[in-house]
């Protein structure tokens, strides 16, 4: 009967048409042109380098797209049980119309050549967006990133501010900001008005979020403007070698000064907490970041009481932090749960973490998904993975566990996939 | 087959009659007169609030119970996915006789007059008793409760020490002592001749445990009585203005001599363990607190080995902490795994907590459930939520994947809800 | 169908030959000669103990081995819901014939004497392999063990190096290793000999593996020739009353030491993470040793990098650190997942472990379960128990969930239980 149930739920689900709201999409390229874009994705880069393949192999300089795409799947033999290669297929049949189940050195190079003839129609990309039922996506974009040339609207800016808060100690980053906003960082102020530019530049782009990744030892606080003061010198003269409570002090100073703008700009605030980078630096390209699972939202109590009207859509990278997540998103009125993201977008933790937030965020404050993608074909599996788990997770939390309708399990679920991003993020009404 | 088992096992769990081991009853006054005392419970006003009503308006000072229970419910719309709203539905379903299954802007007031009129008759509390197939409550008492006018086997004192531990910074902390021990607390010696005149007085009038929330960070140590008497003189003089090593000295030389008094009156302590006051301030009362997860039995080691006979029933805040609550019942023979406490009080978490510790502690030694309410009417809703689990962990993880009959998984259910409450509290045989 | 589905899959999976790839068996005496041998495994007594039986009652010294048992099983009404009391009922009948399932004190007596005739049969051992369906062992060997007298191939021998990393402090640790190598340790160059010796050693007699167990706070470094010189120096004089910074490094110049020699001999270095030794002195013998859950891989960056070339099988004490042991396997080439250790291996954790795994880490770097077990009766139970949640995870996440046929879930199985045995230690092709 349950199986029965989730299907139905699924198909019922599967029918919406959604706003992604957290991608990696380059607006000016955004769909793949062979199977090499696809299969460049980090997640099977780094699972065939982990199964034992070289790095040398894997990112030889050079090599034909085919010839890269030959190797990775001549060795998929040991990656055929993930999750991430279950997606490569569910794209493959749904967006290529490959028939098989399985793709290895006997059938590739046709799905190749398939591939390749499919995605160079011109209208490739709104192929993709329509059997994907997807309207629009979220970008994340570089804070000097022009936003021209694209339909802001179906591709809608969020401004990525890592770099501005870890790494003004990069002298490039410093001239970058200059460009982007003909101010000169040399102090407290200055920085907080190139800052604001950035904000004026991206919501006049029709940005609708602003979003930050963040390690796991990060605990905002306010530091003074002395403080600030002190510390941006010692930053912009010495860089790098400056010292580690400075470093601090101008994170801490800028990633408040963010969050003052998003107040202004009436911006949510993407905080996607937990990531260690370059754990593993011998790893494929993007495939080197890891995590230390001991974090806490405790660290983010002064932010949160600090900016009761910013909106803070959170993300956590390990499932062990879910459980903070629910429970400080039912306590506090700005805190969103947020997707599914990383090494916690996976079956198994995806179930149990939607399990719980179901029972215990209020329905408003929950964003179900968003496929984190760099190619607009991977909307369609991974949100048929996700829909498929709160199809199980509805059926059998909610309508047999708790006697609900299959319809009002449908409104909830719908909720979650796109009533809610509307209504956050302000964007698709 | 499965869910037919399941309402098997729960029909026949649903029958005990049992005592509830932790409430926050007010012996005096212990069910409600409106709805109004149901939906200010906590659960109701901070999910409220976080969904985005504001605190002004839920607490309003000077309306009426009637006015604001219909502005709660008017914008129930956003919890209505919560289990919390749930356990309301059933709570008037099974106890006011509601037939719908959804309460709103619509059909609220009649709901509120008819619960009135049954509230208001005199054998109300005895009607929810009963209905609620319950023999005793656990009450949670200030250190200085005259513990009069009410029949102490029904509701069964316990002394709640939080105060005593963490707040002897406040002078009145050391007043109402002297008023309810007329001992004046100068030095250890007087501390020690308070505390034990606050077990004889409690137990006297029938305790049966001592009980205390912790935050994450504590960890008891033994200090020396010389030590203890510097810290004492300190923060008696000094107050919340004393040393941060003094007053940590001072509530680890309280605990400990609480721990004493537990050994020598034979007095389980529950501890419940992991939560951090006053997290979110702006928050509505009793809607403030969250928890640090980053928290370890290993904090407990030495009081586990300085009492081995004292029985510890400990509540963990987190389920990322249930596991060690699993392996630390598992070795210690004073350890007790307790209920599913607050954050950790939602299905998901239940039933992942609960099927780990069926499988692994002693059967003798696992409190399944406790009620943590504030108003009789709320047991009927969260034991029944329990049970429910329990069922389905029975159901699944025994009758189906061990093969157990029936009979011997109805056994062990009723051990976790009736019988290990009567052998660890020596009540109601 | 989900049953009979599993059912299908167990019984596939359990016609399989295998390997235990890690057991405490003593090659010279590997399986039981009395139930006094089974019951006197520490998760009965630490069981026993925990559920109110007296440490003097349970360990009594010169107590016939009848009598130990028949105490024992008189006091298991506490413990019959565990999984550990499951593994004996399951032995007893699979391996003795015993046709109950459940023993107390009427029935043990008659399987106690049913157990010691059948264990006293010269093929006894011979017997619980085939019956077990166990090709070989792997064995868990002090570093001064003579490795002779029994057939290596089948009892594999396995280099244990706890003693040598945290012991070195103890003088006894000195005098063993002089005896086994005929070296003395004096400082860096004769450690480096000595430990070179175990390796050459070790291999020579067919070892497929080192080990060794770490506590949750150990995060091992480098340290220059320089500094582990004078810290030897330091803890070779003064034993235990050496400063901790010089035992620290001194565990980890030996601990990197034997990681160069797993390189330079091409052996895989088990690393099983997590326990903290003698929580509980008072407890049973083997029953006092718990953990801290707060611990992470990232305290294995140095190690996991500089050691590309040594395979690492981590196993993980506590399941809130399964997800890091998920991610780092699917990013490290290195790194493979090994079993479910201890406190982690009863079946909720066991499954939400497995479950988690198989989705995201690459199939071939994942070793499905060892059994852990000190005499060879326990591998048919623990087995059994983890191919049943295998084949309950294979039927509900991959055949159900994700459309596998139930031969490919059958060759995943396998390759858990199996094949990846045989790939990552070299052994049984």
Redesign the interface.
């Known amino acids: ?1 349950s ?1 029965e149930l989730r299907k139905r739920l699924f198909d019922q689900l599967d029918q919406l048409v959604l706003i992604d709201p957290h991608t990696h999409i380059n607006a000016l390229d955004p769909s793949s042109h062979t199977l090499a874009d696809i299969l460049g994705y980090h997640y099977y880069t ?2 065939s ?4 393949m070289s790095k040398e192999r894997i990112e030889e300089e050079g090599i034909s797209g085919k010839e890269k795409v030959g190797r990775l799947i001549e060795n998929f033999g ?7 290669y ?1 997606w490569f297929i569910e794209m493959a049949q749904k967006l290529l119309d490959f028939d098989g ?1 399985s793709v290895d050195a006997n059938n590739w190079e046709k799905l190749y050549d398939t591939a390749e003839a499919k995605m160079s129609a011109g209208n490739w990309t709104e192929t993709v967006f329509e059997k994907s039922r997807l309207e629009s996506v979220f970008l994340t974009n570089d804070f000097d990133d022009p936003l021209e040339g694209f339909d802001t609207s179906k591709y809608i800016p969020c401004l990525r501010t890592d770099d501005l808060v870890f790494h003004l100690t990069n002298p490039r980053t410093k001239v970058r900001l200059f460009e982007a906003t003909n101010t000169e960082i040399t102090n407290v102020a200055s920085a907080r008005i190139a800052i604001g530019k950035l904000f004026d530049h991206f919501t006049s782009k029709g940005a609708k979020a602003c979003a930050i990744s963040l390690p796991p030892c990060f605990a905002p606080v306010q530091v003074s403007d002395a403080r600030a003061e002190t510390a941006l010198a010692s930053v912009l003269s010495k860089g790098s070698s400056a010292d580690e409570a400075d470093q601090r002090a101008v994170s801490n100073f800028i990633f408040w000064t963010l969050a003052e703008n998003c107040r202004t700009f009436k911006l949510p605030f993407d905080l996607m907490i937990g990531v ?1 980078r370059k ?5 494929v390209y993007q ?2 970041d ?5 974090v ?3 660290q983010y ?1 002064d932010l ?2 600090a900016f ?1 009207d910013v909106t803070f859509p959170i993300s956590v990278l ?4 879910n ?2 997540l ?8 700005n805190v969103v749960a947020n997707g599914h993201w990383w ?2 977008n ?4 995806i179930q ?1 973490d939607c ?2 937030r ?8 929950q964003i179900g998904y968003y496929s984190d993608m760099y190619k607009m074909e991977f909307a369609l599996p991974k949100f048929a993975m996700y829909k ?1 788990i709160l199809a ?1 997770v509805l059926a059998e ?1 909610f309508v ?4 609900w309708s299959e319809e009002s399990a449908i409104e ?1 679920g719908t909720q979650l996939l796109r009533g809610n991003v509307e209504t956050i993020f302000n964007v698709g009404k």
Chains 1, 2, 3 share one sequence.
Do not use: C
């Open positions: 009967m199986i780094e699972l380098h982990s199964a034992g040991p990656i055929t049980n993930t999750i991430q279950s189940d260690n754990v593993f630096p011998a790893g495939g080197q890891l995590y230390d699972s001991r806490s939202l405790i109590k949160l009481n009761p390990a499932s062990v932090t459980q903070e629910v429970s400080y998103s039912w306590i506090f009125p090494y916690s996976t079956p198994t933790y149990q399990a719980a179901l029972e215990a965020i209020p329905r408003t404050k498929r199980k939390n047999i566990d708790r006697n909830l």
